[in-house]
Nanobody, 115 residues
Framework: QVQLVESGGGLVQPGGSLRLSCAASGSIFRIYAMGWYRQAPGKQRESVARITIGGNTNYADSVKGRFTISRDNAKNTVYLQMNSLKPEDTAVYYC?????????WGQGTQVTVSS
């Protein structure tokens, strides 16, 4: 069984920063990539950022230049540094783990950007 534990969400003012963390544990077989998705009320879940085990990264156009994804392979942990946050970044952020035998999701962490 695989568990993903997210942390770091919260309330921040526009222009502020937050750092999300996601630690994977359990019977993990051959991680391929880890990433972050988000879902705002009334909208579909969308990909925010993704990083492969080799370090290749992809970002949604809406967060390029503001968000940075990184990982610690030894700890099976992925991070999302979010800077210059905007109200439209408000959403539940979900960690995603891709392995050669399947994908897994975290429980989500709320990020609210508001003054």
């Amino acid at each position: 069984q695989v568990q993903l534990v997210e942390s770091g969400g919260g309330l921040v003012q526009p222009g502020g920063s937050l750092r999300l963390s996601c630690a994977a544990s359990g019977s993990i077989f051959r991680i391929y990539a880890m990433g972050w998705y988000r879902q705002a009320p009334g909208k579909q879940r969308e990909s925010v950022a993704r990083i492969t085990i080799g370090g290749n990264t992809n970002y949604a156009d809406s967060v390029k230049g503001r968000f940075t994804i990184s990982r610690d392979n030894a700890k099976n942990t992925v991070y999302l540094q979010m800077n210059s946050l905007k109200p439209e970044d408000t959403a539940v952020y979900y960690c995603n783990l891709e392995t050669l035998v399947g994908g897994y999701w975290g429980q989500g962490t709320q990020v609210t950007v508001s003054s």
